[in-house]
């Protein structure tokens, strides 16, 4: 099984990649842009031709597509270039609730690009992932450190995922997809939490309390565009601060643990693991977990996950009009082959 991963320098790649490593499983990357080095191919999602060429020779491809105005159309020539290659199976790291009918920008695009995938003629996995517990190490990184974290929901419950977790799971699915053809698994963490509650957290293990903000939507849109973010991207950015105004939430999803075969790792390990990036001290001993800096290496072993806080608002009227009563949002049993 000849495995590559794109978007291999973000966040998720890169986790992939390392748990990819910890497991002895060998996997090509894909670069948008430089030069290829050994083990890693160069094609950008806008260059059909340079694509199909990177997939040559490839069995299964992880789909990691970037935030940007046409990361749907991204995904039609990459689906186009992988069944030209003769790839035998993807895997899209897609968003719990993306859904072409969505009310909020990038969730609309998440689901227009599962479509894509579905219809695309290759067999195909996707993975839901909740939101990363690694945005307080990214984008909100310099708000930890300042001592208060913006949100325009603060009390709304989310189930944080460590992209670790994430990475894992993709794992499993691409070192055997064909139990996984055709099937959408939703990843989510070990627990329901609040920023109020995950600020508890990351303030704890760093010895400084934070203040937690609330903010309004288009304050969280003003601040994209300060920070020089393009309109249009920062348009679908802030669409998930409107979502999260509005009360989007999402519960645990217990199959989460059996794809990844292993405890999973909840908010106080990953706050503790990641100490050093808001200037606290590594964790020395939290359940045999290491101290790891800002990589995404994945250390082998992580404490058992004890629920710490539950908070999960009731969401607004927009958000309960658009959400079905049960059951998924995306049914994937409608695209069975
Ligand atoms: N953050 C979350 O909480 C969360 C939750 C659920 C799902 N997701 C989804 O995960 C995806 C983003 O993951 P991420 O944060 O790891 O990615 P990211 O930081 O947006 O990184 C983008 C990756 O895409 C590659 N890339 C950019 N432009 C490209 C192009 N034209 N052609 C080929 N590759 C290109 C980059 O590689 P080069 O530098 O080599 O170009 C980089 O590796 C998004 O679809 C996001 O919605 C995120």
Known sequence: MRILVTGASGPLGRAVVAEF????VEALTLRGRGDPAPGTR????RDPDA?????????????????E??????AVDAVDAARRAGVRHLVRIGAIHGDAHAPYALLREHGRIDRIVVEGGVPWTLLHTAGLMQRWTTRLAAQVRAGTVASTEPDAG????????????????????????GRVHRITGPEVLSVRAFAGIVG??????????????????????????????AA???????????????????????????????ARTFARDYAPVWGGEAARSCGGAQSRSNTMS????????TPIGRSCSRPSTIVRKWLPASGPIFDANEHEP
């Open 69 to 74: 105005p046409d990361m749907a159309r991204m």
């Open 21 to 24: 490593d910890a497991l002895g």
């Open 236 to 266: 679908l950015l802030a669409s998930l601060a409107r979502a999260s105004a509005d009360g989007l939430t999402a519960p645990v999803e217990p199959s989460t643990r059996r794809l990844i075969l292993r405890p999973q790792i909840d």
């Open 298 to 305: 994945l250390a082998p072993s992580h404490s058992t996950s």
């Open 158 to 181: 989310r189930p944080w995922v460590d992209v670790r977790d994430v990475a894992a799971a993709a794992a499993t699915v691409l070192a055997d997809p064909s139990p996984h053809a």
């Open 204 to 233: 704890a293990a760093i010895g400084r309390p934070l203040r937690v903000e609330r903010v309004t939507p288009e304050a969280a849109l003003a601040a994209l565009l300060a920070q020089g973010v393009p309109p249009e991207r």
């Open 51 to 67: 694509l199909a060429r990177a997939f040559d020779g490839v069995d299964a491809v992880l789909l990691v597509f970037p935030i």
């Open 42 to 45: 160069v094609a950008s999602f």
